[in-house]
């Protein structure tokens, strides 16, 4: 009797240090608070800038007798061309050659070679968007028979495209804050930003009446919108 009653009492022991433990605060686990959810809006925005540079294509198409005719013929034209662009200032650095071609003209049966064709391009990148129409008619006027652009953009893009994402996380933030208001909760911190796609929109603008008074071609440099969109996550409180 004395040993069951020895061995009833340990038990007792055990149980009530076990209990003892979990009634302890410095044994309780720190209970985790809720998460709550947050707050992910698209925010976009545009900045509108004036083009001051162009890029126009200039091309020269030649036709021989035979290949070599033709592309001998091609390279005297395409050099008298570049000493136009220059000439009209264009600088060296900014003439690239785009494409170099010679290929066979069937006759209309289709069963001979008539003449052989030889194009050649270059791209005139023009700093100044006042000196984009003279450039063209020096092109021409030396013989460049194919012409392609202006491209115009502007010179700082990447500064352009970086003042609008800034703009584009303003524009998040006030839609983020609309919605939690409007949900009753306080916006938090930032916890994730993400960045979409974007490029450069043309936009015209009215034509300049002196512009079509000048000899050289009339070119009109519009506004150029660029756009910038993120995705931001807001913690809310």
């Given at each position: 009797m004395f040993i069951v009653r020895l061995?009833?009492?340990?038990?007792?022991?055990?149980?009530a240090v076990a209990m003892a433990g979990f009634a302890r605060p410095d044994g309780a686990r720190a209970v985790?608070?809720?998460?709550?959810?947050?707050?992910?809006?698209?925010?976009?925005?545009?900045v509108a800038t004036v083009p001051d540079r162009a890029e126009v294509t200039f091309g020269v198409e030649s036709r021989g007798r035979t290949a070599r005719e033709a592309l001998a013929?091609?390279?005297?034209e395409m050099r008298r061309?570049?000493?136009?662009?220059?000439?009209?200032g264009v600088a060296p650095a900014d003439l690239q050659?785009?494409?170099?071609?010679?290929?066979?003209v069937t006759s209309e049966d289709g069963r001979s070679i008539a003449v052989y064709a030889a194009s050649n391009s270059v791209t005139a990148l023009v700093q100044s968007?006042?000196?984009?129409?003279?450039?063209?008619?020096?092109?021409v006027e030396a013989g460049a028979n194919t012409i392609y652009g202006p491209s115009l953009?502007?010179?700082?893009?990447?500064?352009?495209?970086?003042?609008?994402?800034?703009?584009?996380?303003?524009?998040?933030?006030a839609k983020a804050e609309a919605l939690a208001d409007a949900g009753g909760v306080a916006l938090g911190r930032v916890t994730a930003i993400v960045e979409s796609g974007s490029a450069p929109e043309p936009m015209p603008m009215?034509?300049?009446?002196?512009?079509?008074?000048?000899?050289?071609?009339?070119?009109?440099?519009?506004?150029?919108?660029?756009?910038?969109?993120?995705?931001?996550t807001f913690a809310v409180q």
């Open positions: 061995a009833a009492l340990v038990v007792v022991g055990t149980l985790e608070p809720e998460e709550r959810g947050g707050i992910t809006v698209t925010g976009t925005a545009q013929a091609n390279n005297i061309v570049l000493t136009a662009l220059r000439g009209a050659t785009q494409s170099v071609s010679l290929s066979p968007i006042g000196r984009v129409g003279a450039v063209i008619d020096a092109g953009r502007r010179s700082d893009t990447e500064a352009v495209y970086r003042q609008a994402l800034r703009a584009a996380v303003v524009d998040a933030r009215m034509p300049d009446r002196a512009a079509r008074a000048e000899s050289s071609a009339p070119i009109e440099p519009g506004t150029t919108k660029t756009q910038a969109s993120v995705t931001v």
